[in-house]
Each structure stands twice: as C-alpha cells, then as structure tokens.
C-alpha cells in the first residue's frame, strides 16, 4: 500500500472511480484478466529457500573445517591415506549430523504451515462468483462473511455490522468494528474503513473494493521489511567463529614457521610438509565441531520433549546468552481467548476461575462455590449471554474452540461453567448495530434478552433484578463498577431482561437490568511463574504490543511486568536508549516500530529473544538474536522468520529453553577447556622436538590416535552432562566476554606446558635406561591418554571439586573412562603379543637413532665412554609378515606389532632403508641393512 493512495481517507465512490471500478456490477471478466496479466497475481513474493545440497554444504562453513579439509587433501598427496580418511571421516560425521538436524525441523515446520488455498467471493459481469485469491486485482468488489479471510487490502464500501480480527497484524486483541466513513490520517490499527489481507470477519457483512494486492498491501509491506532484515549470527555462532580464527590463524603460523625451520636445516621438503600437516592436525581440535554438534543435537532432543522445534542448532544456546525477552502480548503471554473473569449481579460479585473457552472452572462468591439455587440473579445473568449470543463452542481435536465472535465465545463460557447449556428456541433477533448499539433476542417462552455497552442498557431499563425480585435501579452504582472493570483493562456488557406476547422484536417492552459480565484475553497460567524466573536469572522480558495501553498495562500487571507503558506515538517522536532500557511494556506500536526497539537493544549490548505469532512480529522475529514464534496459533511469517517455533504455544518453554541454552554453553566450555591443552600440548612437543632436532616424542599417526580415542571417547561425557543445580539464579554472562576466560586460558595453558614438559621428561627417561624411540613414544601416548582422563574429573565443574558426584550423576564419565583404559590396553598390549605396541617410524629415523647409538657418551665421573651399540638383526621385509598382507591394521613380526600402516607406506619405508643403507656405507657409519632390536617394553 503506498501511503500516496491513502483510499481510507477519501470517500468510497473516489476510491471506486480512480480504479475504474464499478459499485455494484464490479469489474467485467476481460478487464479483469487484463488486468491480471499486467500486475501479476495477488500472492507474495516466495522466499527462495535453502535446498539439501546447500544446507549440506553450509555446514562446512567454518574456519577450522578448512583447515582440516586441506589437511586432509595434503595427506592424501603425500599418500597417507589413513590419516586423509580419518580427517575426513571426522568432517563427515559432523556435518551429517547437523544436516539431518535441520532438516527435520524443516520438515516439522512444514507440517505445520497451513495447506489450504485462500478463495474470495468477488462480482464480475454483476454476477457473484468463487474464485482463487491469487486471481483477484485491484478494482475488483468483493463480498465478505463471518468466517472469511481478507484477501487482499479492501477499500469498504458497505457494511452490515461488520468485525475483524486483525491481532495478526496490529496485535489488537478485540475484534474491530468497520464503518466506510472516510477518516483523517490515523494509525494502522485505527483504519476503521479499510479491511487488511490476511486478516479474519469474526461477525457481519460488508463490500469492498480491491485497493492493493500481493506485495502492495500492508501484509506485502511487511513481507518487504522482513527479507530486507539481515539474519543475525547467534552468539554461539560468533564466538565459535572468532576462536576457530584465532586458532586457525595460530596452528597455520606455527606449522610454516616449523616448515621453514626444518627446510632451513637441511631437512627434506616432503619430510617437513608432512610434519607441519601433523601439527595442523594435531593441534587443531578436531574433536570440537563433533562435539559442539552432538551436544547441540541433543540439547535439541530435549527442547523437542518440551514442546520446541529448533530450526537451526546453535539457536538452542542462544537462549543461554539471552540478556533481554522481547514478547508479543496477545497469543503469546496470553491465550487470545476470551474469557469472563467476574460478574455483578443482584447487587453481589463473583469470580469466575479457569482461562480460555474450556467450560471448566468455578464460580465463586467471597471466596466459596456458588450453588445457583441460591443466586437467581446471577443465574439469569449467564442464561442472557447464553440466549442473546450467535456463537458456536465446540470441542474439537482434544481443544474447545468457537466460530464467531470471540467476546461471545466468552459468555458460552461462562454459562457453560455453571452447567447452562441451552435456552429455549429462539423466535427472533435484532442484531447488533452502531446506531441500535445493542444485540436483543426473542424466545418461544416470550422471553427477550438484551445485551451491550453499560450507557445503552441503562438507557432500556426501569428497575433491577435483585435476590427477592425487583428494585430500584442504581444507575449510579452499576457505572462505578463497570468504572472499576474498566481500570482493569476488562471489557464489560451489561444485560437485560424484558417479556413480550408479540412474535417479533419491533418494539422492545419493558426491561429489567440483570448484571455486568466483565472479560479479558488472560494471561496465560504459567507466563507470571515464567516471568518471575526469567528476572531471577537476571533475564529482562518487555512485553511489546499493538494493543491498547490500558490493556498491556493491565495485563502487564497480572504477569510482573510493572511501570509505566511507552506508546508507539512516543516511539515515533523518539526517545533516548536509556528510556528504552527503562521500559518493561511498550503499546500501539507498529511492525517497525518493533524491529527499531529490537535494534536499539542490540546496540546496547544485549543479546535479544523475540517471541511473538502474528505477521506484525515477522521482521523483529528476523532481527533478534533468536526468534521464537508461536506453533499452533502462529502465522506461516512467524514461523518461517523464526529461529524455534513452540508447538504447544507454551511461554514457560522459552523460560525452560533458557535454562537448556546455559547448560548447552557449559557444558561446551567445560568440553574446551578439558580438550584444548591436549591440542595445545600436542601441537607444541611437535614443534619442540622439530626446532631442537631431537627424536619427536610421539609421532603424527599417534596423534591422530589420541584425538580420535581420548578426546572423543572422553568428550562425550561432556555432552551429557546434567545442569547446575543453581543455573537460573545467576546472571547471564556477559555478551561481550570471550568463549574463553583469561583465567581458562591459563589453566589451559599450564594443562599444556605440563603435558609438554612430561612428553621429553619421559622420553629422555626411557632413552636414558635403554628404551627404543618407539617404546617411548608409545609411554608418551599412554601418558597423555592417562593425563587427559585425569584432568577429566577436575573439568566436570570449573568452580567446584566433583569427583564422586560428578561420576554419581553421569554415569556416562565411568564409561567412558573405562572405554579408554580397554583401547589403550588393546593399543599397547594386543591380543597374541607381549610385547609394546610402536607406530613404525620411516627408516631415516631408525638410523639416525641406530647413529646416535654410537656417539660418545659422558658418564658420572666425567670419563668419556662409546656407548655400546646394540645388537643388530637382518630388518625382514613386509611380504614376511602374512597377516598384514591383506589388511591395513599392522605389520608384525616377532617382537613388534606396528599400527597402523598402510602397505605402499610400508613399500616406501623399505626403498628409504635401502637408499640409507647405500648412504651410509660410504661413510661407514653402517655395514649393511640393519636396525637395532626393540627392547621389550616392561
């Protein structure tokens, strides 16, 4: 709709001749498809969404993903196909599992979203016809019912005490009344003489004239906002990516500055590729997109038992960051359905209990049940708004719901509570009109109920209903309680009773006022509990709404979201951030009004949680740092622009999914802190043992063993670990911290230097006492394997010693403790062979170690003394050892089982001995094709 056409302030027949319209006739078939041909059809644009192959791939879109990628890709140049396929397999696995994730919350959604075709009555050639919505133009008349969806934006012609619910797109909890009388520039939700598409006729008749359709209406305005709105990074999201970074940037700096040492040192070019492919591999975490998957996974797995379906994993710990709840009012801290909540009658008060159309609850007076025996006034009070009443409460599909208006649906309700379920046939009817200002039914007993506002029933009355028959009316006294009803946000109807012998309504006879029944749209039962947790965590929640002041404000009150209310009117003559913060409930406010409201509390630092269900919430549902939409009265916008949906339209679930997101985030925490300083220490004896030219402690394949045994093994404890206790006591943390602590870092940093510092203390000692290179390394493997189950106990809390408890309530961690302990026992000890288990370095290593057996060596006294060197034996070849001819665990022989080697490595190494061989037998530092013996490992 552009604001330059304004038809609402122009009278009907202008709005009809600008278009080339016709009143009564509408517009002729073949103008009509001209027409249609020219300005399309009237549907919105389709979002062009993420197919499969894309949403696969997407989930290789991270820093450290790359680099394990192209480390992958070099080891399979290189022919080191083991460690390709394992990387990769690592890769694989994680993107699977969130590929699959998403895709069946998609498919979830789609059961969701509604199927159903929109059809309009519209006049064509003077004729009345069904077509489909996406058919009609501008121009075109069209008829509306009680019941039927607005197609398109309707300039109205005439009405017949027509209302529509339009709360999914202003928030207004009522149904509107229309009039075609032109108005002055006033607020979308005061545009009494138009009709907005997608909006509901709750009751009456009316004709209009198509003004805009598909993207030129109000919804298509909205449409607009909405995929001009970026999508935000949720916090996860970002930190995750600012460390996988800082890591990436870290690992690629040290493994070229460990390249370029090696080559500067003489060393082979491929010798050192692959040595600065093994750092990158070691160090990198390769373990930690598993894990942040699966414990996302399954934090979704449990938000998915509570009533949420997570569109994309890391939204289920955003909620864990989430600083301030920005809520819709109606439909989603209430139930957007009416209900009676108190009556006056006969002079007394009573309270109704029980929210919604269920017919179940009391009716109370001073606290106790009522028998309605004893309250005559207040029986026929509810028999009234039973008989004077044109809708329908059904039960259906396990819910009770009604056709027509909601303010009636409320009175069924209400007399249904006090076990009213009929009154006699009805004769006649005088629908509600402005002018009459009153709704009046005849019944075959000759009964005549009337109903309306407080002023027009008082006018129709002589006297009251009271307990012992009739009194004088205090006019007086029924205005000071409807007054009070009304500070309360309560819409009141007063009603009446008269008697006629004539069968039709063209006069009223004499009435009798019988009572007032007030209503509102309530809170739902859990929203004021869910409120009160969220603040005790430190969560602020704003309720934004289109709806009245005095109504949030009530509503507000209800629920513990006190203070003064901020209108749209202030919004838009602006207002400072500071006044914003200050603020807890916000009224009449516009679709944009709310996505600005959104914004200024990002720019504040905060990290914001939009829920809401209706087309009005789509563009801040887009904006915030996750959106929640509603699932079962949610639109198909507020779905589509959220990131969780809550299929039980449950507020206390949001509450709970906070609760799920801080224990998501920890549990990651305690996972990195727990998993990095074996990364860290890995990558670092790498780099060590390279710059100062020793034997390398433990070798790339070792490596690769401990991060895909200990560190998975071991880390999936992580995944599911119970919640503090005290989790929803504290505030949330700071938005602006990183992942890690400087304090985390530290202790990661130390875990590392120790690892680092027992790594060469440990292979000086078991060199120093006659150890082959490989028998020590495998120490060292056992060794960080053991540490990193150690320190496992001391991660399960950062705050708090967890021993005991921590394996009690995780039986997960003694699992996976004894799971390490039987591979390292399979690793080090395999079945058939005493003796230590070795990855088989390369030749050249053997030989420079079998050299380096030879030097001089200086012992106690100072004396300088040749090291013996050891026994040497004839090295058998691969095609000696039968049972690694057709597999790629091992070779054996008879004292060694080497793991796990690939036959063209083992090829390689045998044409590397041979050309060392004839190397060395030209300096005579080696007489043939020999290697030292290993050493039993004891």
Known sequence: MTAALAPYRRSAEDVVRDLGGDASCGLASGEARARLERDGPNALPAARGRGPVLRFLLQFNSPLIYVLLAAAAVTALLGEHVDAVVILGVVIVNAVVGFVQESRAEKALTALAALTRTSATVVRDGTPRRVAAEDLVRGDLVELDAGDKVPADLRLLRTDELAVDESALTGESLPVAKDPAALPEVALADRTAMVFSGTLVTGGRAAGLVVATGADTELGGIHRLMHTTASVQTPLTRKITQFSKTVTVAILALAALTFAVGVLRGR??????????????????????????????????????????????????????????????????????????????????????????????????????????????????LRAGLGCNDARLEH????????????????LTSAAKAGLDHVPPRAAALPFSSERRFMATLHDDGTVYVKGPVERILELCDDAAGPGGPVPLDASAVHDRAEDYGAQALRVLAFARGSTDTPGLDALPRLRFLGLQAMLDPPRPEAAQSVRTCHDAGVQVKMITGDHAATARAIGARIGLDGRVMTGAELAAGVSPERVLDTAVFARVSPEQKLHLVRTLQGAGHVIAMTGDGVNDAPALKQADIGVAMGRAGTDAAKESADMVLTGDDFASIEQAVEEGRGVFDNLVKFIVWALPANVGLGLVLVAAILAGTDLPILPLQVLWLNMTAVLVLGLPFAVEPKDEHIMTRPPRDPSLPLISRALTARIGLVAAILLAGAFGLQSWERAHGASPEAAQTIVVNVFALTLLTYLFNCLSLDRPMLLKGVRRNPWVAASALGLLALQAVYTYPAGHERGVRFRPPGRRRLDAHRRDRRPVVRGGGASQARPARPLRERRSPSQFPQAAGRHAGVEGPDRLCLPVLPGAARRWEREDAGNALRTAADGSVRGHHEPVDPVLR
């Open 268 to 381: 082979g070019t491929a010798e050192m590729l692959t040595a600065a492919v093994a750092l990158a591999v070691g160090a990198i975490p390769e373990g930690l997109p598993a894990i942040v998957t699966i414990t996302l996974a399954l934090g979704v797995a449990r938000m998915v038992r509570r009533g949420a379906i997570v569109r994309h994993l890391p939204a289920v710990e955003t909620l864990g960051s989430t600083t301030v709840i920005c809520t819709d009012k109606t439909g989603t801290l209430t139930q957007n359905q009416m209900t009676v909540t108190a009556v006056t009658a006969g002079g007394l008060d009573y309270t109704l209990t029980g929210t919604g159309y269920a017919p179940t609850g009391e009716i109370l007076h001073d606290g106790r049940p009522v028998d309605l025996a004893g309250h005559p006034v207040l029986r026929e009070v």
């Open 396 to 411: 259906r599909g396990g819910e009770w719901t009604i056709t027509g208006d909601p303010t009636e649906g409320a009175l």
